[in-house]
């Protein structure tokens, strides 16, 4: 803890490209309409790779959109407002009041023009009183159809999971006729089995980029993962993103092997389970001045990625794509094609059962070489905050360090961030870590 | 002692009466959280259902738990398991419902010892066909997991005979209900809810016995005062009878309801069927729905505007358990619909302890106001 070692250190050479992919996914939400694309929305945990049966469309996720808006004050709090106005509750999903706020004042985030108008909803139930409620009040508003796939089975690791998994199946197959009759389109099953195959491949790419962060230094940061994971997040589906992260991941490689670091001042390394607060991002500038390097954030690894935790072992490795695992059958058809997704996301960490997901914190963290967590109790997000004591609790008894702090990833209003800063210096000080002197 | 009387003590020594169960039967005591835990398959294997409630009283242990944004009614209801309070119970079970009593189960299992639990998935595409044979299958394998915790096997007699009490529970209590719709009220509010929160927590059999009493006495019974406005009140989990009582003494009378210790737990029937357990989660996929597992508005909304209306309600009370989120997408809509029909809403937040003073001034402004539209 006390030597203080200063690493090499230079942006990375793909950022610009990186750029480019990220605001041409942003452009494509307000000029795709235009031409002819579809416009759909959706949450970050959609399969979307599946709307390319229908043709060219543009997804729209509610999460990124409501955290771009999150981390820009100005905007955001008038769309607060304006929700609020309508009678709904503050204490509700802050991304979905950022996003629903705009909407209510017909103001586009990324370029102040009119809010677009969505041919349908189409979600994944992943959070009871989020996604399907937030997109009904959508449908209602807008005058669209909507429909969504109920699929939350990470929350029963009893019995036989058979019948969820064909429950699941089920509705992806009844989604296609659905959206054929909303948008008097032909579904083609081979565009469609296409995208998800990009999809798949560039979810397990985005999850092997994130678990080379366990090397000493770390050669990205929390920072420039935020910067890049709209790509995956956004464009998972296209084979461009999969060149892009193909080049990244050999360009982390590179950095490893020469030692080359995000923060040249690295000495504790810091992880986090879920979100930051979107307008404090500061915060991790902030604690580079004590050599904190923040190496990534679980929720991001396995939202817009995917990881193989081999629980056992414990130990965690870069996911294979379906296709590829044993005993899981070539995608041929549409019904291939649903059942392949639904297997896999039952498989998918993200829809780890919390006895084993505890596990999961505590192998990611050892895998990343982590000092300690960093956990928000997150006042905008229920299903992210109901279980954190106990995350807090399991991973204390595990030896890890952790610190706390409240506070709002979507609402600036809602987070004292002198408290909080003070907070994480005392922290850091009970840990040996102190202010760096020249940085 | 009436009915009533009999209800309300049962409610008082809740814990003394499954207690009391236990040792007559020799049965288990199984808590369940959620109105969508299917309490006569549980009934069926030989199990007391009984539904976990708060008692209102002011807490701090769940603060190492439970983030103070998780709603009243699940750190309430997770205190209970905390200090010990339910430590006769042989089992615990869930349904899939919302995130926050989610909490309070996950933590129950974590940290208070337990013989048996079981959380049964709740498939929440209520509209998509697929939903019925997902809860078919959750349904087998609870059932499984009961009569390997018990040794019981539930036969198919077992599952007619709960079926059969169940639904005469229902029906009982529908024809209480209708009691309600009379311009010369036999029964408040708060008894009626009395009758439903102890159908929670009693034996079918026994309670069945005290809705027939009830019903035999109603034709003859008076309010000892004047009804008042006649009142709707609609929202998340609701047990707190003082309340209501508190609020009818202002005025009113709650002539109907719309929440899961009131209609909407026992409005639907299980239609019968020859597989018995995919009659059972058909009733349970269709049944009145609670905005924690329905995005679909409509259903729930026309609902509730045909039971004010079948019930000629002059004013509604939308409430909600603080940070119930699940509720609170649906009150602007619900306010919204009363508007229209010109019928009063007066909108309340519930914590674990009530605000009476605070929420008495605005109740009787309320009132006041909507007497001078309705009278
Ligand atoms: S509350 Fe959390 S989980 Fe739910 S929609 Fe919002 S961000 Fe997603
Ligand atoms: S639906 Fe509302 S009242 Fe019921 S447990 Fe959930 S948050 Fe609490």
């Known amino acids: 803890m006390t030597t203080n070692v200063k690493y090499k250190s230079k942006p990375l050479d793909c950022w610009q490209w990186g750029k480019e992919l990220r605001l041409e996914a942003y452009q494509d939400l307000i000029s795709g309409h235009e031409q002819g694309k579809l416009l759909v929305l959706g949450c970050a945990a959609t399969p979307y790779g599946m709307l390319a049966g229908l043709g060219d469309f543009v997804f729209l996720a509610g999460e990124p959109y409501g955290a771009s808006i999150a981390a820009d004050p100005p905007f955001s709090i008038p769309c607060m407002e304006a929700y609020e106005a309508k009678g709904y509750s503050r204490d509700m999903c802050g991304y979905m009041r950022n996003f629903l706020g705009s909407m209510y004042l017909d103001k586009y985030y990324f370029t102040g023009g009119s809010f677009p108008k969505f041919d349908f909803a189409w979600s994944v139930r992943h959070c009871p009183a989020g996604h399907p409620k937030w997109h009904q009040l959508v449908s209602e508003y807008q005058g669209i159809p909507m429909n969504y796939i109920d699929d939350e089975t990470m929350l029963s690791n009893e019995g036989d999971p058979q019948h969820r998994i064909d429950y699941v199946a089920g509705q992806y197959l009844d989604t296609i006729e659905w959206m054929e009759k909303v948008t008097g389109r032909t579904y083609d099953d081979e565009k469609a089995i296409e995208a998800m195959r990009n999809y798949f491949r560039n979810e397990a790419l985005w999850g092997e980029i994130c678990l080379l962060n366990g090397a000493v230094p770390a050669p990205l940061d929390i920072k420039s993962l935020f910067a890049l994971m709209p790509i995956s997040m956004l464009r998972r589906h296209e084979k461009i993103a999969t060149q892009f992260l193909e080049t990244l991941r050999d360009e982390v490689k590179d950095r490893i092997a020469n030692q080359i670091a995000a923060v040249p001042t690295e000495r504790y390394r810091m992880n986090m389970l879920t979100p930051p607060p979107w307008s404090f991002l500061k915060i991790f500038r902030y604690l580079e001045n004590f050599g904190v390097v923040f190496v990534g954030t679980y929720v991001y690894l396995i939202n817009s990625g995917e990881v193989k935790f081999l629980i056992d072992e414990g130990k965690v490795i870069p996911a294979t794509v379906p296709e590829e695992r044993p005993g899981w059958p070539e995608m041929k058809n549409r019904e291939d094609m649903c059942r392949t997704i639904a297997r896999w996301r039952a498989e998918h960490p993200f829809q780890s059962h919390l006895d084993t997901r505890k596990k999961e914190y505590v192998i990611l963290f050892r895998h990343w070489n982590g000092d300690a967590y960093l956990l928000l109790l997150n006042r905008g997000c229920v299903p992210m905050t109901t279980s954190m004591y106990d995350f807090q609790r399991d991973l204390q008894s595990h030896g890890i360090a952790v610190a706390m702090f409240e506070g709002n990833f979507a609402d600036c209003r809602d987070i004292d961030e002198t408290g909080v800063l003070d907070r994480l210096e005392a922290f850091l000080e009970g840990q040996g870590i102190h202010e760096l002197k020249e940085a | ?375």
């Not at chain 2, 309670?207 to 109603?218: F, G, M, P, Q, T």
């Not at chain 2, 005025?251 to 357990?277: A, K, N, Q």
């Open chain 2, 1 to 375: 002692m009436s009915a009533i009387e009999k209800f309300e003590e049962i409610l008082e020594n809740r814990h003394q009466y499954a207690k009391d169960w236990k040792q007559r039967t020799g049965g288990k005591v199984t808590g369940w959280l959620c109105t969508y835990v299917p309490v006569e398959l549980l009934y069926a294997a030989g199990m007391l259902p009984v539904r976990i409630l708060g008692t209102h009283e002011v807490q701090d242990v769940t603060d190492r738990y439970l983030f103070p944004t998780v709603c009243p009614f699940s750190r309430d209801a997770l205190a209970q398991g905390l200090k010990g309070r339910y430590d006769y119970l042989d089992g615990l079970t869930m349904s899939r419902t919302c995130s926050h009593v989610q909490g309070t189960f996950d933590n129950w299992r974590n940290y208070v010892p337990i013989p048996f639990s079981h959380y049964i998935w709740l498939p929440c595409h209520r509209e998509s066909p697929r939903a019925v044979p997902c809860l078919r299958g959750e349904l087998l394998d609870l059932k499984q997991a009961i009569e390997k915790f018990t040794g019981v096997t539930v036969s198919d007699e077992d599952l007619d005979k709960a079926i059969e009490l169940y639904n005469t529970n229902r029906r009982l209590m529908r024809q209480v209900y209708e009691f309600r719709k009379s311009d010369d009220l036999p029964i408040t509010g708060a008894e009626a809810m009395e009758m439903v929160v102890a159908s929670q927590l009693m034996d079918v059999v026994e309670h069945n016995k005290l809705l027939e009493d009830l019903l035999a006495e109603l034709p003859n019974r008076k309010l000892d005062r004047e009804a008042g406005l006649r009142l709707m009140m609609i929202g998340s989990e609701m047990d707190d009878i003082v309340f209501v009582r508190m609020l009818e003494e202002l005025g009113c009378t709650v002539v109907i309801d719309e929440h899961c210790t009131g209609s909407r737990y026992f409005w639907d029937d299980v239609i019968p069927e020859e597989d018995r357990l995919g009659a059972i989660a058909r009733r349970y996929i269709t049944r009145w729905p609670c905005p924690a597992v329905s995005s679909e508005f409509n259903d729930r909304g026309d609902r509730i505007m045909q039971h004010a209306k079948d019930w000629d309600t002059q004013g509604v009370l939308l409430y909600q358990q603080k940070f119930c989120d699940p509720h609170e997408f649906d009150i602007p809509s619900l306010a919204q619909n009363f508007k229209e029909l010109d019928i009063p809403t007066l909108v309340l937040e519930f914590d674990v302890t009530i605000p009476f003073g605070q929420f008495r001034t605005r109740i009787e402004a309320f009132l006041e106001m909507a007497e001078l539209e309705v009278f």
